[in-house]
């Protein structure tokens, strides 16, 4: 694979000599054409040489390799074409253009050079049927682009109102079942856009964007092994693409294949256009494997690379682990004043900035960087709302649970972890994958996709989630918890039990117990401002709007207590509450309370949990793998002066 990396950056080479010396590059180019004929990209660079020069034979030439090599390469056949008509070999012009309308027939340009190369040689008649043809398509196209841009301003019953009417003018045209795929995901009809994608890709099997898409839309819809297939089918029909191998290297470590993911992005390293980039994701990597030194090398190359990526900064202060020095901080401070540095570098900055100040105990600069950045992201929150979990506390009664007892499935090999972000659910998750009996996974998200397809399916059906439930059949809920079951299968290592660790599911404990009556559940809690505290300094890359306001997050733990009541008091004994503190001060004792309530046997490996050197791919990926310390409980009392919106709201009795 290295072989492609360093053959790609060396065309790239070639591509900045050419515009200052072409001839040069051409001569070094020659040799590899003739060696790697499929590469796309190198015939490309090698016809633009040739225009450069002004030989229209060796342009003609080059195309015609290039097309011997690869038969159905849209580009090179139009290119052809154009060259032919100006050269005036009309006749040979009229051939390449009957091949591309017989490949493409919605490319109206090459239907209307078509027709005027048939002018050229008199053949009136020819020409009127392709310039009529050229007419329909040309304004069928704009109908589609009409309806393109109608999906891009978020007009989508414009856009599905035409895309539709376009469909009934031709069947099956497979640009408009793309953009119909595009309106199922966007209103999160999965399967819909997941089956349109496929039908798009058969339709036009050689055109390698459409496979790309396919396997973005897998990808998003977490089928990730079916994701990592579709993008390998692009890099068998080419395997130059670099788009490509970014998507297997993002399916690769959703499929928790690290070492196979950085042996792509060290290639892509060498010839991506993006190189800073690539090394965020490297060293992010690196992180998860556990191998801070690299990740920190990677970061720091980063920022060498683009010193205004803000993503570097936060990377290398998220992994706990790094110290900045004062030079660093001075040139990140002056980076600041960049006009031009965009909203999200400046919010990153000001995040990794309020991290170094706090390594140095300076609260009050550390605390005036956190709530810049959090009231420069709150801002860019423009639909964020206050949780409520009505539906939640008066669908889900102790009667519902009685009657749905039977209903569900019997495996007990679940084990759900959730809590408060930023708790210590991955310590604990750490603390029970070291069990010979118990698998780790990765932060799941599947019980979230099934409820959103529930919600979808409710919507439908004129009602809510989750009422939806009390609807499904013993059947229609043994398929859910199936499909569950199958998404993990594939992350798993073999052992009868597996950890699902989504801190956020205390939301939907309802649905877990109703899809797995036997799933035991832990739920970890931490004093409510070192939890809140914890989350008003950290940066999500996506969702946990609520953390970046004290008062917020304040309504945000109360909502949790006062669910994660609700659910003792319907699911009586069967979740137990372990508190972060307690862990911290006494391990042994309330780990055997946890796996009491497990019914395991306590392991010596789940009390030295930080000798377990498996991928961690959250925030507290170090933090885990360092020993407890008393120090973490009291972090957040060097910022208690500044932490009054929190207090205010946080029920003060409450411990978790």
Known sequence: ????????????????????????????????????????????????????????????????????????????VFDLAKV????????????????????????????????????????????????????????????LIQAEQ?????????????????????????????????????FGYDDVAVQLRGQVCQIKPHINQYQVEFALTLFAVKQYQSALDAINQVLDHDIYHLEAYGIKAMCLIKLARYQDAVDVYQGLCLCHPNPAQVQLRLGNVYKIMGQPDKAVAAFLEAITLNPLQGEAYWDLANLKTYRFSAIQISELTK?????????????????????????????????????TANQ?????????KSPNAISQTTFFTAEYFKQTALLGHTSQAPIFIVGMPR????????????????DATMELTEIVSIARKLAMQAQQAHTAYPAILGRLTAKQIGALAEQYLNFVQPLRQGAAYFIDKLPNNFHHLGLIKTLFPNAKIIDVRRHPMASGWSLFKHYFAEGHDFSYDLTQIGLYHNHYVSLMDHWHSVLPNQILTIYYEDLVNDLPTTLATVFNYLEL????????????????????????????????????????????????????????
């Open 335 to 371: 980076l600041l004043t960049i006009k031009t540095l965009t909203d999200e570098s400046r919010i990153l900055m000001h995040f990794a900035l309020g991290k170094a100040y706090e390594d140095q105990h300076d609260y009050a600069q550390s605390f005036e960087h956190y709530q």
């Open 1 to 76: 694979m290295s072989d492609i990396f360093s053959l790609i950056n060396q065309v790239n080479q070639l591509q900045q000599l050419s515009t200052h010396n072409a001839l040069a590059a051409l001569e070094q180019l020659t040799p590899i054409i003739k060696a790697y004929p499929t590469f796309n990209g190198a015939q490309q660079l090698h016809f633009n040489l040739y225009q450069q020069i002004a030989a229209p034979q060796q342009q003609i030439n080059v195309l015609k390799n290039w097309l011997t090599a690869q038969p159905q390469q849209l580009t090179a």
């Open 84 to 143: 032919q008509y100006k050269e005036q070999l009309f006749s040979d012009a009229i051939q390449s253009l009957k091949q591309l309308c017989q490949l493409y027939p919605e490319h109206h340009d090459a239907w209307l050079l078509l027709s005027k190369s048939y002018r050229a040689i008199n053949d009136i008649e020819q020409a009127q049927y392709s310039h009529h043809q050229f007419e329909l398509i040309a304004a069928f196209n704009q109908q």
């Open 150 to 186: 109608a999906f891009n301003r978020g007009d989508f019953n414009t856009a599905d109102k035409v895309a539709r009417q376009l469909l009934q003018q031709v069947k099956n045209e497979p640009r408009v079942l793309r953009l119909l795929a595009q309106l199922a995901q966007h």
């Open 601 to 656: 046997e306590l392991e010596p490996a789940c009390i030295a949990f930080h000798t377990n050197n498996r991928a961690v791919a959250t925030a507290s990926s170090e933090q885990v793998r360092q020993p407890l310390y008393q120090s973490a409980l009291h972090h957040w009392q060097g910022f208690d002066p500044y932490l009054t919106p929190l207090k205010q709201v946080v029920t003060p009795n409450l411990i978790g």
């Open 423 to 438: 708790s210590g659910s991955t310590l604990m998750e750490q603390m029970l994958s070291n069990h010979s009996q118990i």
């Open 376 to 384: 420069l992201k709150f801002k860019t929150l423009t639909h964020y």
